[in-house]
């Protein structure tokens, strides 16, 4: 667990992409969010105050987060100064990149010597038990993808704030690295050991009470052979009720397999129910979400409107529309 | 890779079951299998002329291998000072228990000493790659099972003994602890990061001549809640051009999980091919082989010859009739 609030770091981004991480706690935990600090040069704004570490300090944040993503994920020298002072002044540091915090000597000894917890948020912290399988209390939604990328955590994270305005219990399940950034806790599920994937959903999506949602971030596709394996932990582990498809249109090739062509949602829908009836014999698919950010308005709306005649389930961009359709047709 | 040949080492195992490791090479690798080292009380016999470890030198042996397993998986004490003795007569050691040769210290030691190599088969030497999906040369038979420890490591290692037999090319690729000790090499794929499973078993399976065929050992089942990922990574990564269905009859529910029913071969059929035709659209389901190790000679024909009927498959019972049908079967 990560202690909030966050000071987001943004170092030397060249442009908003990559500050996408700092983005999606922005977007989603706004609360967790008090300042960002930036370095010379840097081309993202979160619209937040520019802080120094001493106004942070006033300001009562706990963690300084990096929220930017470099070429090759490795920590850059300049930001490594900053990293220091921090841990000196008293903010635990978290990090998603690849290169681990606790690999850089500097950053080791600088926080030991000032008591403060480096979290490398790719890194289980957990030993994980194996799945038993066993039914538990509570309701469950899985996005599901025709690819990697196509927007699952995006609908995860837009279903469970628009439960919460309504008061409903919800929780988001974070299952990568930036959705554990924007929680503070989650399980780095593509670093698990294989045979402790689907326990570790299990133990992510533990028993609850009988009206609770869990919206677990999904991971992969069935239909992209480098992670399938991945995907199907979740849908096992996670037992799914509800499961919603995921879909980016203008895709033209599974992402990183060119000689791979997306399913359609159809294929999708008829490859997923089956499997995933193995763990929880009632799942239904529910709703359909589609990334729109490459079309026009009017031209989004009619593939919208079209995807919703064809497939008969309730069909939203979350982005732009919010995900209120998509909670509305969740089974009671 | 493990060097061979091997002397087994049967330490005090109470039965022939709690050899099943050393039962492994001995019915599937004769010519790595020297000898059998047995201690006081052991009641596992192998049939292989007992030695002392001096014995064993002038034999040509060069690996000791742990080829039994107590409760727990733990290093016994009292096979500590043979497994130190073997070390100091030149003979590397390869355990696939779950303690680990590398955590006993006096182990380390012995090994660092006289220069021997300790193998423990469940961990991962090789830093895997992503699987990028691509088409390799060559054919791929994996066994896939209705429930786990249903015989598909037998099954495979029996295809492929027949291929060799017949002066085919074949190699046998183990994904597994027993079948990594039965060859020498393989991929221990429960212990794989899950980001890297898929691209593990492209690894072990690589590029070959257009009429080599790999069997590549089978793990978990689609329908164990616990190990599907698993499964799913071997039909992506594996890009099977064939696939035999593997079933245990006598099971009453998926092992471990009491509440899951078994599916039929029917369902394990339609489920796992319009998976694997995602990585390869040519793959067919190509034979049946059944576990019927429970029931009588009579019992066991008529129910084979109904499977055949039933699923239009040649069904057989690799171990009690050969696995000839099988590679009759295999696709040209």
Redesign the interface.
Known sequence: MIETPYLLFLGDAPDRLAAKVAQGIRDWRPDNAVGQFRLPGCNADMGLPDMTLEEAKSAGVKTLVIGVANRGGVIAESWKAVLKDALAQGFDVASGLHNLLRDEPELVAAAKEHGRALHDVRVPTVRYP??????RGGKRCLAVGTDCSVGKMYTALAMDMEMKKRGLKSSFRATGQTGILVTGEGVP???????F???AVEWLTPDNELDHWDHIEGQGS??H?????????L???G?PDALILCHEPTRTH?R??P??DLPTLEQLRD?VL??AR??NPAVQVTGISVNTAALGDDEAELLLREIEDRMGLPTVDPYRHGAERLVDALPA
């Open positions: 194996i799945a038993d399988g066993k039914k599920l593509d670093a698990v050991i294989a045979d994937m689907a326990g069935l239909f052979v480098s992670y399938s394996g991945v995907t199907m932990a849908i096992h582990g037992q599974m990183g397999l000689d791979y490859t089956p499997l193995i763990a």
